[in-house]
């Protein structure tokens, strides 16, 4: 899926008498696609507005964002969908496409009026954050938001099992003395899921995977022809829990599923490669400073995300783990594909893949600036953004002056 | 009287056997052992000595912080530990503060590291924090500009209990290499057992770690430690014995049945007491649940050397407290 390799001179024009481009050794790929992002508003503009986080997701190459509503209120009526639509539509700098709560409030007992919020332009529903814990609410709403074909996301998490959890149980967070969040704690949530999709033959989509035995659990259903499709986030991909000690306590660390073991990672890798895994999604989680500079079991979740992403990954394509090619594939047709979409074709991202660029969050677009790859060097920038055929972020004046 | 304290100094400060291994720069925080070299536990055990000398005269000070500012941060109960804090810094002749709060910085709204960063403004030269939270003093060391001590944290670390532990050993059992050292009970939640398995393998004890499966790690491996779930088994091979407080609220997550079975299966009880061999040695950190993990005459027998744990305590703090803020500045 990748438009150009921009080798010999090449001039790109933008619009009709807009600016000419030298693009040589570049990469013209199509925009990308994020499936899992927090844009905050309605409520937690102080983490982050709409106006910031597709700012963020421009600079980080994607022209389309699905934002999750964990918002205050939470996306659950006709009127905060429309809410973020048109802020999105006023402010946004991509395409934001809102997804729905599965029951109202995000409290698990209730179903909100789905087919309506469908019908208004919600693509998926969730209730992320939180799992849908009740296995019966959560049939119903698999069978009902199938009639009108859309996918209910889940985060997999068993609450009881994984209560108190402040990252991976294993042996760090017993040398460090902070309650874990255990492998089994995913586990048990993707075999219900699973087994709720056979059951039903609605399409499941599992959000943020992060375990070993959880990419295993998913193969074996696809191969069963199960409709379940899955994402991993490029931390899930390139960190671990000993990024948790290494940084002392780094809160930036602490992300919900939590940062795993190397064998879990590896089997991530593996399954994004073979096609278990169908999409990277940043999971993009901004806070303010003051949710994170405090003890680690108080500290928020997430990964200022958006910024890095194309960026980190990389490091996995430069070291041999994972060719260009399905990477690529896993930040554009393959997310799209989850929600049945194809990609827009004036959208496209420029990148230069062998460009050395160091993280300063306090460069970010984001309004949150928690980021464990603070001062990283990696390689890999995205250079340019056209979403609608408008530049959506220009990096390439910004790369000149560095 | 404040001339002999002061000629006592110079027998702490001149370069004995530990002092000779010492890094070369100086330590700024004292927040686990785990970073703790052999030679460095020997250097506050030696200093502690010293200090320990000091507390035996009439007048019990030393000008070695005289002028320095020590504040200690209890962000959770703690009666032993800040008081004995609170006893160290002023036989130092430190000016102390000390100041207690419940809470999670979150919920008071201003970030740990603007509370530590406001102490420091107010001219804090260490401090001495006890947190509910795991790993809370090392936000706090990361970006103060302030010696920290960590007085505990959450279920992670007590250095200065483990310090004081393997001064109360090596006291009673003398070198402690080759000698095996129980720790019996709550292992998972007892920062007390972790700061003192880093300090007693150091030392080259074999320690053995003793409870419920429930209660005991599962994924950490370190040299020289073993896991055990019958205490009754174990007890003959000891030299030291260690049971840790059991939280009563342990039983109603149901980590344990019950506080009855707990006593029945791991109460240090006179019984218990017998099957130690000749010599061996009873601690707790404190504060104890007599009747569930060890009972008031085990508490109180010879073998006991848990007064002496506390006594030492003053002495092991005062020696970490010069160690880091007792030199030029």
């Known amino acids: 899926m990748i438009l150009a390799n921009l080798r010999g001179r090449a001039d790109l024009q933008l619009g009709s008498g807009g600016p000419r481009i030298d693009c040589r050794g570049l990469t013209l ?29 421009a600079a980080g190459g994607f022209t389309t964002v699905c934002c999750m509503p964990n918002t205050e209120p939470a996306i659950d009526t006709l009127a905060t969908l429309r809410l973020v639509q048109d802020t999105a539509r006023s402010q946004g700098a991509v395409r934001v496409l809102p997804i729905a709560a599965v029951t109202r409030g995000r409290a698990g007992s209730e179903l909100t009026d789905m087919a309506e919020l469908a019908g208004a332009g919600a693509v998926a529903f969730s209730d992320d954050g939180s799992p849908v814990a009740d296995s019966r609410l959560m049939r ?21 099992l994984t209560a108190g959890g402040a990252m991976h149980e294993g042996a760090v967070s017993e040398r460090l003395g902070l309650p874990g969040w255990p492998t089994a704690g995913e586990e048990v949530m993707v075999a219900r899921d699973i087994a709720l999709a056979a059951q039903t033959g609605a399409h499941v989509h599992l959000a943020h995977l992060s375990t070993a035995p959880a990419v295993e659990l998913v193969r074996a259903a696809k191969r069963r022809g199960i409709r379940v499709t899955t994402e991993v986030t490029p931390h899930h991909l390139t960190l671990t829990d000993a990024w948790v000690e290494r940084g002392g306590y780094d809160t930036n660390c602490k992300v919900n599923p939590p940062l795993r073991t190397d064998a879990d990672r590896a089997a991530l890798l ?12 940043t999971d993009h989680a901004p806070h303010a400073r003051v949710e994170k500079e405090c003890e680690f079991e108080s500290a928020a979740f997430g990964i200022s995300n958006l910024e ?29 594909a989850v929600l049945g979409l194809s990609l827009p074709e004036d959208d496209w991202t420029l990148v230069d893949p062998d460009a050395e660029w160091m993280v300063d969050v306090d460069r970010f677009r984001s309004r949150g600036r928690n980021s464990p790859l603070h001062g990283q060097r990696l390689t890999g920038r995205v250079l340019l953004t056209v979403c609608r055929g408008v530049v959506a972020f220009d990096g390439l004046s910004e790369a000149v002056a560095a | ?102 809470g999670s910085s979150v919920e008071k709204g201003e970030s740990l590291i603007d509370t530590a960063r406001t102490l420091v403004a107010l001219g804090a030269d260490v401090l001495v924090m006890r947190h509910h939270l795991a790993g809370a003093p090392y936000v706090v060391a990361r970006s103060a500009g302030a010696h920290v001590v960590n007085a505990g944290d959450g279920s992670h670390a007590h250095p200065t209990q ?104 791991y109460g240090m009880t006179l019984e218990r007491l017998e099957r130690l061999p000749a010599g061996a040695v009873v601690l707790h950190p404190g504060p104890m649940n ?40």
């Open chain 2, 162 to 265: 483990a310090l004081l532990d393997l001064y109360t050993l090596r006291h009673r059992l003398g070198d402690l290499s080759g000698k095996t050292i129980g720790i019996v009970g709550d292992v998972l939640h007892s920062r007390v057992a972790r700061s003192n398995v880093h300090g007693l393998t150091r030392l080259g004890a074999q320690v053995v770690l003793c409870g419920p499966a429930t209660l005991l790690p599962h994924c950490s491996t370190l040299p020289g430690v073993t896991l055990e779930h019958h205490l009754d088994r174990l007890l003959p091979h000891l030299d030291a014995v260690m049971p840790l407080r059991i939280q009563k609220e342990r039983a109603s997550a149901g980590l344990i049945p019950s506080l009855r079975e707990y006593r029945r299966e």
């Open chain 1, 29 to 57: 790929l199509p925009g990308f696609v994020d499936l899992h992002c927090h844009l905050r508003e309605p409520g937690l503009e102080h983490k982050e507005t709409i106006r910031t986080g597709t700012a963020a997701a």
């Open chain 1, 308 to 336: 890095t992403a194309f960026g980190s990954l990389m490091g996995l394509v430069h070291t041999g783990q994972l060719p260009f090619e399905v990477l690529v594939d896993k930040l554009t047709r393959g997310p799209a």
């Open chain 2, 1 to 102: 009287m404040a001339e002999i304290a002061v000629a006592a100094w110079p027998a702490v400060s001149s370069p004995g056997a530990g002092l000779e291994s010492a890094p070369s720069t100086p330590r700024q925080h004292c927040l686990d052992l785990d970073d703790y070299s052999r030679a460095e536990i020997e250097q506050v055990l030696e200093t502690a000595a010293a200090m320990q000398e000091i507390l035996a005269r009439p007048i019990k000070r030393t000008p070695a912080l005289r002028g320095r500012t020590v504040v200690n941060c209890f962000y959770e109960p703690s009666t032993r530990t800040r008081v004995s804090f609170e006893i160290a810094a002023k036989n130092l002749s430190a000016d102390v503060v000390t100041f207690s709060s419940g």
């Open chain 2, 290 to 329: 007599e009747g569930v993990e060890i009972d008031p005459e085990v508490a109180r027998s010879a073998r006991s050397a848990i007064e002496e744990q506390v006594t030492n305590g003053v002495a092991v703090r005062m020696a970490v407290l010069y160690l880091l803020a007792g030199g030029a500045q």
């Open chain 1, 270 to 281: 593996e399954g994004l490669i073979d096609g278990t895994i169908d999409a990277i999604a």
């Open chain 1, 140 to 160: 119903l709403a698999l069978e009902y938001a199938a009639s009108f074909g859309r996918p209910v996301i889940d985060h997999c998490e068993d609450p009881r």
